[in-house]
């Protein structure tokens, strides 16, 4: 007997029942169906916006004028060529790598006192609010406040000059080799308090077994703090601060309502630089290309972040 | 599976490009169509604008409110916002096409906003309504067309300190530059905190005309023609005033950044004795410190100057999109603003001055501050002439980055006067 290999086709089996679809699909399917709003959502929320200011960095003057032709690369290239935008991408870099480690300084030298047992209990909870109070306020209260102490005539050159630390009244945002650094000050003690409250929930989570182990086998503070604390901590700091970079260098308020950028583009970031761009001289093909650049920058940055999440799991 | 992934995706897409088509459709008519209870059909106008928030409590709703009564059928409905976020979603809507049906704008927007097809000619409205423009204290045109009608005028006198300036041994108000110097060296004393005056030349939000107004009140424009024209001997002798009141130490510290309202503060704390601002302030200056001492006058001219003075004048103006689909309607809003009774009652209690000729602002009568700066405002010549101007913001910014720069050392009077011509010339041409 010949046994034959070819499958029917349809018009010689016509009464075959319809293919099912297999339960691992029916459930696949009905998983993506219960994400569907979702997925939904974050494309018109999320995906709309980004493609569409990566079509407009590549239309001349777009916005502006209704009929905005393709210019391929040519904003970018009018970007870089802006001397300031070199001096935004560099004010940038520093403003965002002094605000990620002083925040992870500040934070975990708080954390580390209110985990260590030193303080009594009542002064730990009056100090772990004290501490908090920076990153309860909004942007526009962190800057009035700042401005009013800092003033040439505030609180902080009052003191200042009064014990002869300083001769003269400090202009700590008017003078252009001083603002960066005040910016970067404001924006470390507005931000430190959420490193604390992470890197303290982090320390209250390492055995204390490990620590009285190191102690019975002659372990200082400095080699408990290295090898112990830091190692476990890790996860934590590596997540904490990549995220902390991602929203540092796309941070626009505390700079724009302390300085505008100013003086004379002293504290200028890629974020004002943009603003400026589009809402100033209104340019906004090329302000989203200044967008498109910040947001490759961000993205390297926060693929980064997710491998070593995956990594971690 | 992977060509089912793909087909979900596809419709993701393509209900995600459905779904984001439906709303800019729907974005374009700002305007809502209902019933009225007679049965035809009832619309609203939305209002942008900024005014219900720097005017008392209920005052803007109260005017709207009026304006319902009389005007059976149609609503208004006030889309209130700080001026900096009205200007910054104003010009997102207009690209966007939803702007508000009426737009509260000044000189400094206004080009633009015409020059990306997003506010309507008003002329043609005018026509069409039997509005005569001579009613208009001013009828700024673009291209031969009006696009913006002045609503309120706003003066920038000098204010003085009468008890510092006593204090310091000076009896008149300065009249010259040269006075004004020496006032300045009399009240200043930097141990005290005591400065002669600010000048506010942030970048974030350039506002007020503390530098420029000292140009103008001696005849000195920055343009001729509407060109740039910068490379004139007032405006050479301007920057070098400018330069030795700061080089001198009478200008508060800290003038890179600082905004227009820390300069008002510095005034009210009795910590400046002279400043140059918008009478709206006199109102404000009262109630936090009821016992300043103080009084308004001239800006200061160059020394030998005998022309007609200058005077720094801002607006309150009102547009109507180009997208509105009720464009007589909002038309009907904006005469109505400007009928002489609501337009009086607008001036008043915003402290302008009104932009209908047949209004006069109830707060003239009987105040002696104000009956006084009605006289400055009537004896001046008002200078609005950064207005009508395109990117008139990104212009201001300039000015401050250049003076800045002039006050630091960094650049002379003549690199300064180089620098600016440079600029403008490649915004206005």
Redesign the interface.
Known sequence: MQVSNARPSAELAPNKPKRRLSPRLRGNLAAYSYMSPTILVMAVMMATPVVMVFIYSMLSNVVMVKDSEFVGLDNFVQLLSDPVFRKAIGNTLIFTVASVAFHLILGMVFALMLNSGLVPRWLSALFRAAFIVPWVFTASIVVILWQLLLNPSGVVNYLLRTFNILGDRVEWFSNPSLALFTVIFINVWAGYPFFMVSLLAGLQGIPGELYEAAQIDGAGPWNRFFHITLPQLKPIIVAMAMLDFIWNIQHFSIVWLATGGGPLNATETIATYTYKLAFSKHQFSVAAASGVVLFVVSMIVALAYVRQQKGRD | ?QR??AK?AAF??A??LA??GCSSGSGGDASTPGQTPGGGEEITLDFSQWWEVELPPGMMRGLMDRFEEANPGIKVNLISNPYSAT??LQ?AAA?AGTLADIVAINGASVY?LK???AITNLSTLMDDAGFDPAQLVSNDQIDGATYMVRALNFAYPMYYNSDLLNAAGVTELPDTRSEFEAAAKAVTD?DK?IFAWSLPI????PAGFDSQAWLWASGGRFLKDRKPNFQTPEIAKWLEFLKAQYDGGFI???????AEQ?KVEEFTAG?NAMMNGSLAHIGGIRESNPDLNFTIGFVPTEDGFTGKRGLAGASWGMGIAENSEHKAEAWKLIQYVMSTDINSELATAATGFPGSVDSVPGYVDGDPLYELAFKVYQESEFVTELEGLP?A??LN?NL??NL??LL?G?ATVEQTQASLQEYWSGVLG
Do not use: I, W
């Open positions: 599976m089912m992934l979900v993701g897409l209900a995600t779904l984001a200007v910054d010009t690209a633009d020059t990306q097809g930097p905190n942030n970048v974030q939000s508060t510290p800290g003038a890179f950044t600082q820390q910590r990117q913001l990104d910014r401050n980055e800045v720069r630091q960094e």
